[in-house]
């Protein structure tokens, strides 16, 4: 069955968000085996695509648990959570009372560690599509929401930026303060 709305989630995601498939999907995820974890939120991904202006009231209620998939173990699991993300905060992206919201879960802090985490070597390193994804994530709740711009200030991003740009090269040999 999951399968099932997999495939329909990819032709009618606002259906399925407005049928409750989104916290559906994710209720009891810890109880299926990864592969199974891997399609829900391959589903929840395909539902959070062109999320519609009264999202507000569909999704919320699946942020925490999102958030909490930003600590999971399988990288699929992991990229899928993020993109559910990213696609939530961009669609709240111009109103700062739902981004606040949204970032009342700890959601930007787990984002930055992931970010911070994923620069520092030695550390088991995120696919480039999850990392960037996870930097546009921030972007999007800093731009739009106090609440994220005062938490990623207090921890540090500035700092964290200074590594990220440090190591590609790109301000080598620059004096950043």
Known sequence: SLQALRKISLEHPTACLRAGALMAVLSYLDFFSTGVQRVA????ANICRKLPSDASEFVMEAVPL???LLHHHDSKVLEHASVCLTRIAEAFAHHPEKLDELCNHGLVAQAANLVSI????????LSTSTYTGLIRLLSTCASGSLLAAKTLLLL??????KEI????????????A
């Open 41 to 44: 939120l391959s589903t929840a």
């Open 66 to 68: 999102l958030t909490n």
């Open 118 to 125: 994923s620069n520092s070597p030695g550390q088991t390193s």
């Open 156 to 161: 540090g991003i500035s700092g964290t930026i």
């Open 165 to 176: 740009l440090s190591g590609s090269g790109l301000v080598a040999g620059t004096s950043v």
